[in-house]
């Protein structure tokens, strides 16, 4: 088992930045590969983008690649999520999952989910 605490969601103005974390505890956090995902109002949540155990592959969404960057701290159990160039369109609740196995893209193979912090990015 691994707990997973996301913070650092906030109201930000277009253009700006923000730095999500998710803190994890448990089960050997370097053993996990990690995810981001999103869920807007009406939608279905989206993945955002992973990352392996060791940090050293990451993969993005097309929508977020080139301004979100994902990293982890394996020493201090917490994985992080850079957002800079904020749009609107980003507003979400965004939600830090993890799996025992390689990078995935589809929400249904992530065995631990937090429960999630809101952004909201305002025009």
């Known amino acids: 088992q691994v707990q997973l605490v996301e913070s650092g969601g906030a109201l930000v103005q277009a253009g700006g930045s923000l730095r999500l974390s998710c803190a994890a505890s448990g089960r050997t956090f370097s053993s996990y590969a990690m995810g981001w995902f999103r869920q807007a109002p009406g939608k279905e949540r989206e993945f955002v983008g992973g990352i392996n155990w060791s940090g050293g592959i990451t993969l993005y969404a097309d929508s977020v690649k080139g301004r979100f960057t994902i990293s982890r701290d394996n020493a201090k159990n917490t994985l992080y999520l850079q957002m800079n160039s904020l749009k609107p369109e980003d507003t979400a609740v965004y939600y830090c999952?993890?799996?025992?196995?390689?990078?995935?893209?589809?929400?249904?193979?992530?065995?631990?989910w937090g429960q999630g912090t809101q952004v909201t990015v305002s025009s």
């Open positions: 999952a993890a799996r025992s196995s390689t990078i995935a893209t589809a929400l249904g193979r992530y065995d631990y």
